[in-house]
């Protein structure tokens, strides 16, 4: 520890992913995909079993000062299913490991293990296993999860082609501005003991932080319309960064278009209260746990007239790069600016503005 | 967090798996067995798949004062592997999520993955995934590792019935001594900065702790003679707790001899340094990672043979508890007194004395 030391937020997560993964190259012929996809593929008699891990760190993912524990039970186990969702599979099993310091004692155990149980009885998942024991400081959870992929097979980040529709689902923006008002109140309360805290006009906002739902309607409403989207990412990072990831994995280029990012009222108000701009956290806002896709043309109509998915833009060839194309008709390169988790939270929380 | 909190020291690790386990009975008809045994268990096309995880806390598990980031790399995947031996299994892939402080660079990250791989490397698994994240304070490591059981299905802690033997795999109480040196030198060292410790009388004892092996030899051996246990765990707490842990279980009694118990002549002139008993470190030490498990009497001759294995005692009716008989040939009842990771780490480790 007392040699040279590089930090590792100058490589970023995904240079450290990359460094890691060309390490670590499969040797047995059941490991279909190994590091670098939302979930892992493991083939089981003809099987494609998917399985992936999430950590969630006390002062780096969640602040507990506004994180009821049942939320944060529910959040960790539903944030592993979206990896699978991303997967277009479904999910099964869960495990979890916990470290908790001794300032948590059964009580919040409790609560963790009921927002694990609601998360697992509405997702249909058992928890089938895990471990527990104590850290010197502070909470930490490493949920992992296991699924199967459909039918036809997982689908990866790596197989958008150029010319296809860039679709995603939901709106975006929405946890982070759940963010800042939950931020801004733990200021205002920290001042003063008694206050009750009025988050009504952020309601959505706020669960959207707090109470993410992986989106596994959208993937069996894909089926129903028998579309196989050509790639999927779930939005953990933020529509930049993710989008950028399928890209490269795909080695296509992108152009999305400013005037066709989802966002909803509240996020639009959030932003003019806290003097940010919509666009820069419809892109860089990380956690909506919405599933980013991209999709052949042919699908236009279909997606076009749903609700629950919005086409934003199209693949290009990859040498064309990956841009926004502003309300201005300008066009933007884009950044991955999301959530580094290699960084400090304390310049994390400032990065994204 | 204000509310009344009950510690979880009070319920012991065990106690509070089983409450756990009693919220969450598995409702999927493909998963065959939830938490309590060493690893999960779940069916894919005929197959049993395992999947088990154990987390690894600095400042509770590791010290890494006394413990090389390799070697801390190699023995998170190697604890792991272990579980997957101790259901007489195959382990074919890993995922490792991992929370690291600033105060880790590039550098620390390449040594715990260059012993990760050495461990991968060893025992033919794939790495496939996993998460890397900061954390506040300190290094958390979280392995899942996933693997088959052989084709008669997986050894479970419950199989025992009374009048079987019960065996051991190599000897005990190793690492228990290891971890009595290297704490001692780091005491010395604290007071003596260009000290440099001689561990050579304590290599034995030193590599127990530092570089645990999973004994998938002794389960290609038990295979090639067409041995198979009836119950199986492995020693990560200490003898007396994963007995007691495999008689409850199997809801059998149980008697073990003192005289019997394998024990290192390192060990023995480590309990006389250390001014312990040396029958209390090879019933309580911890971290061994030997394997545990009972068989019938028919087999007696071949493991009697074999220096593989050490035959420690029998199973007996579950009216009958669970004792050492001394060489006193006085009787006492087995204590689970090992490794608690719901203690302070403090606690911990003068509560084997």
């Given amino acids: 520890m007392k040699k040279t030391t590089t930090p590792l937020s100058e490589l970023g997560e995904f240079g450290l992913i990359e460094r890691i993964a060309a390490q670590f190259q499969p040797q047995r012929s059941e490991t279909v995909l190994g590091i670098g996809d939302d979930a892992a593929i493991v083939e089981a008699a003809g099987n494609e079993l998917l399985i992936s891990t999430d950590m969630l760190v006390e002062g780096i993912h969640f602040d507990l000062t506004y994180t009821p524990l049942q939320h944060l039970g529910y959040k960790a186990a539903v944030v592993n299913f979206s990896d699978i969702a991303a997967m277009g599979g479904e999910v099964h099993q869960l495990l979890v490991s916990m470290a908790l310091s001794n300032r948590f004692g059964l009580e919040a155990v409790d609560a963790l293990y009921e927002g694990m149980a609601k998360a697992c009885d509405r997702y249909g998942v058992d928890l089938i296993g895990g471990d527990t024991t104590s850290s010197k400081t502070g909470l930490v959870l490493c949920p992992t999860v296991m699924g199967r992929s459909a039918s036809g097979g997982a689908i990866r980040r790596s197989g958008a082609r150029p010319r296809q529709l860039i679709v995603v689902t939901g709106d975006l923006g929405g946890a982070y501005i759940g963010l800042q008002v939950l931020e801004r109140e733990k200021i205002a309360y920290t001042g003063n003991e008694g206050a009750q805290p009025d988050l009504s006009p952020y309601a959505y906002a706020v669960g959207r932080l707090l109470k993410p739902e992986a989106r596994f309607d959208v993937i069996e409403w894909l089926r129903e319309q028998g579309i196989v989207p050509t790639a999927m990412i779930d939005l953990s990072d933020g529509l930049s960064s993710d989008l950028i990831h399928l890209c490269r994995s795909s080695r296509v280029g992108c152009r999305i278009y400013e005037e066709r990012l989802p966002i909803a009222e509240e996020v639009y108000a959030g932003c003019e209260e806290f003097r940010l701009n919509a666009t820069t956290v419809a892109l860089n806002g990380g956690e909506d746990y919405e599933l980013l ?56 929380n400032t990065e994204d503005e």
């Fill in 293 to 348: 896709f991209t999709v052949d043309v042919a699908h236009y109509d279909v997606l076009k007239q749903s609700a629950l998915v919005t086409l934003i833009g199209e693949t290009t060839e990859w040498e064309e790069g990956m841009h926004l194309i502003a309300n201005t008709q300008e066009v933007i390169p884009l950044k991955a600016q999301g959530w580094n988790p290699l960084l400090d939270a304390e310049s994390v």
